[in-house]
């Protein structure tokens, strides 16, 4: 497995894989990868002539208040992961690489970015299309791989490939969990033991809610309610939203349907966490 | 030739050409096709085995009071060109098969959009970007020709190319002329035979900027002044801007350099004509 840090060698590589009709399985990730990120390779690497994990931490995609400086990494122990899982290269490029100088343009959208996320974390979206934008131009992969816990995310990727008429196929992936059933994320790093503790509280919420939609509960306000009240109930945990959304174009429902997403955001101290579930 | 009116049409042949290892050359047309696009075509069927044309009038770079509902068309015309300059393909697109119902995501920049067409035409680029990225997904050319004329418009799409890692060489090709010098323009069609008249003087005004930087002038402010006062002394002219600009980035220069671009905007009577001179 090669690690390589500039475009031109991603290109170079992906081209001769191309000429010789090979199908690329692409995963993108910030790097500290976790079992989450795992079963993403672990699919490219089924479906996939040859496999690509880029790990960059994305500037553009940071809030001015957020952990741009702190997030975790350790490329070693990334390296390792791909290695066994079978990924053929990994992308790890610089913030200059993929940013130089003069560079001026941005992928956006409207709708999907409003709501959810997108309220508290202005700017994030448009720098997530941009990167996922070039990334695919760079990688030209047949198929990308995201994990549904970032569900707003997957949305807005599966519409941006969708809107700009890109050859790549966006694929979701569920969501993999702790024992305790708490949604494996690189940011649970950032957990004191208490933290981690207390954190059991979001999954807890989300098995509720999805079980209250189990038992024939379709009134969203209902299943919001009590999710967030469970939350409440965990001093250490405050909501930042509980919504109940269509699960493509992310609007509001009030009604639970098949495809109908239910998403959560929740602090527990410093740190943000999300988790969510999809009506079958 | 074929003329082909949905995505997935081009994006088989395309697939196809490919798979075979065929370059393919891109010109993109709003149609109403005159020599500047032919020389376009010209070109790229030198330079590449294959050849698309597209035809489409691009609703989301127009403003709410321009001229999108009387742009000029005649579609059989433009045919007779295309075949005569041997296209393979004409790729003629509807609105809907563009912009489907669901349609969320733009491509927009900060900076090149800013100034010259940008101040009187808000979004015009950010509907030239978004469209022109489509297209680039949809035709995935090796090669995509663009009018100097547009310089602007080249500029830009020559950064978004770069920014978002696309994998298409974006080519410049000289503005062509009328006899008298009037930039070739499928807007020329608007102007009365009077009106027509007045127009020679756009290219009367390009040319002296161009003489006056031959002798050795190298203050932008005198040259501006120049071109305006030849424009002001056509009644029938009214000067938009005259700006003297660097020719990759737009931002204003004051003094004259080899890749300077001198661009004006000069309305006659309700059309609005653009021409241009890059200094060598």
């Not at 957020?66 to 490329?75: A, G, L, N, Q, R």
């Not at 990994?90 to 996320?117: A, Q, R």
């Not at 490939?161 to 979701?172: P, Q």
């Amino acid at each position: 497995m090669k690690i390589v840090s500039t475009i031109e060698q991603v290109k170079n590589l992906v081209n001769q894989w191309k000429s010789a009709g090979q199908t690329i399985g692409f995963v993108p990730t910030m790097g500290f990868l976790h079992e989450g990120h795992g079963s993403l390779i672990t699919s490219a690497r089924q479906q996939n002539e040859k496999v690509v994990v880029s790990i960059f931490v994305n500037p553009l995609q940071f809030g001015p208040t957020e952990d741009y400086d702190s997030y975790p990494h350790d490329i070693e122990r990334d390296r390792q992961i791909c290695e066994e899982l079978g990924a053929d290269v990994i992308f790890h490029p610089t913030p200059e690489e993929m940013y130089p100088k003069d560079f001026y343009t941005y992928v956006d959208m409207s709708g999907l970015t409003e709501g959810l996320c997108g309220d508290s974390r202005p700017g994030h979206f448009r720098g997530v299309c941009t990167v996922v934008n070039k990334l695919f131009n760079i990688v030209q992969p047949n198929r990308a791989y995201f994990g549904q816990k970032d569900a707003q995310q997957l949305a807005i990727i599966k519409q941006m490939a969708t809107d700009l008429n890109m050859n790549v196929e966006v694929i979701g992936c569920p969501i993999i969990r702790e024992e305790d059933g708490l949604a494996k994320s690189s940011r649970n790093a950032y957990l004191s033991s208490e933290e981690r503790k207390a954190a059991q509280i979001v999954s807890k919420a989300i098995f509720a809610g999805e079980e209250l939609v189990k038992s024939g509960e379709i009134d969203a306000e209902k299943i919001v309610t009590t999710m967030k009240n469970i939350v409440d109930s965990e001093p250490l945990a405050k909501v930042e939203y509980v919504n109940v959304v269509d699960g493509l174009t992310l609007k509001p429902v009030a009604t639970i349907k098949p495809q109908t997403l239910v998403a959560m955001a929740v602090h527990i101290g410093k740190t943000r966490l999300i988790d969510n579930f999809i009506v079958e």
